[in-house]
């Protein structure tokens, strides 16, 4: 991970559009997603969502796994 792409320079938010606009999630895709989960103690419901926006294009096959 570049210094330009460190954890705390994306919000979760960010990292979930990123997603959904690229349709694909890579491995710094998902080290950023987990690390933005990870340093919370909660998630609220508007989070929640976003999350659920990521899993249902991953189940839909609206977004790819990428290596």
């Known amino acids: 991970m570049s210094a330009r ?3 705390n ?3 979760l ?3 979930v559009e990123r997603i959904c606009r690229f349709r694909q ?3 710094v895709d998902r080290a950023l997603l987990t690390s933005a989960l ?3 103690p909660a998630i609220d419901r508007r989070e929640r969502n976003l999350v659920d926006r990521v899993f ?3 189940d839909r096959g609206w977004i ?3 290596d």
Request: glycine fraction near 4%; charged fraction near 15%; charge should be negative.
């Open 56 to 58: 249902e294009g991953l």
């Open 13 to 15: 938010e960010q990292v």
């Open 38 to 40: 990870l340093s919370r």
């Open 5 to 7: 792409m460190t954890p």
């Open 25 to 27: 999630i890579t491995a």
């Open 64 to 66: 790819w796994v990428a």
């Open 9 to 11: 320079n994306y919000s």
